[in-house]
């Protein structure tokens, strides 16, 4: 039972969609990137999404190294703040290589774009992108996603390490966050 007033999540996504999407990314990401890749994370929303994702692409015989950077653009709320903000660098040299960005979600795409820019501009070979979500209605910036995994709708969500002010990113599914 749920005390009056506490939220509720309601699933968007089960534990079960999300593996068998992550499953299938991982293979799509093998079949036709570049066996010498750079994967960069985008931390903090998503470290679970990647976590799962470099191991099912090791399970579909790609072995990419793997670096991180923090990006964040939305403060404590539900609504972004429009600038981006780099807190926490990769320690890799991006010159020459193949680079995949891994992120949670396309929302606006400034964040995504900021990333991309980035690693462009310090001399990537190529840089690809991909994203679990997408809330294509949202978008302002002008970039898609190479690889996306699910899209939806203009709705805030929360876990599979999506935060509302950090919290509810342990939950293993995505969900709906309603006042219950
Ligand atoms: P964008 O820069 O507007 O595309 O926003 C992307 C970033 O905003 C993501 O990397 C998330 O960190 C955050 N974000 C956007 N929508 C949501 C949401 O529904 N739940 C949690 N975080 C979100
Ligand atoms: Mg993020």
Do not use: N, W
């Not at 968007?12 to 799509?28: H, P, Q, W």
């Not at 890749?37 to 692409?57: E, T, Y």
């Amino acid at each position: 039972m749920t005390p009056a007033g506490e939220p509720v999540v309601d699933v968007l996504i089960s534990e079960d969609a999300i593996a068998e999407r992550v499953t299938g990314l991982a293979k799509d990401i093998a079949r036709s990137e570049s066996e010498d890749l750079l994967i960069v994370v985008i931390l903090k929303g998503s470290f679970v999404f990647a976590a799962d994702l470099v191991r099912a692409l090791d399970r579909a015989g790609a072995r990419p190294q793997v670096d991180f950077m923090t990006l964040s653009s939305y403060g404590e709320g539900m609504r972004s703040t429009g600038t981006v903000t780099l807190s926490r660098d990769i320690s890799e040299d991006v010159t020459g290589r193949h680079v995949l960005i891994v992120d949670d979600i396309l929302e606006s795409g400034r964040t995504l774009l900021f990333a991309r820019d980035l690693l462009s501009e310090r001399g990537a070979e190529s840089v690809k992108t991909c994203l679990l979500l997408d809330k294509v209605s949202k978008r302002q910036a002008p970039i898609e996603a190479d690889f996306i995994g699910f899209e939806i709708g203009d709705q805030f969500v929360v876990g599979y390490g999506l935060d509302l002010a950090h919290h509810y990113r342990g939950l293993p599914y995505i969900g709906v966050v309603r006042d219950g």
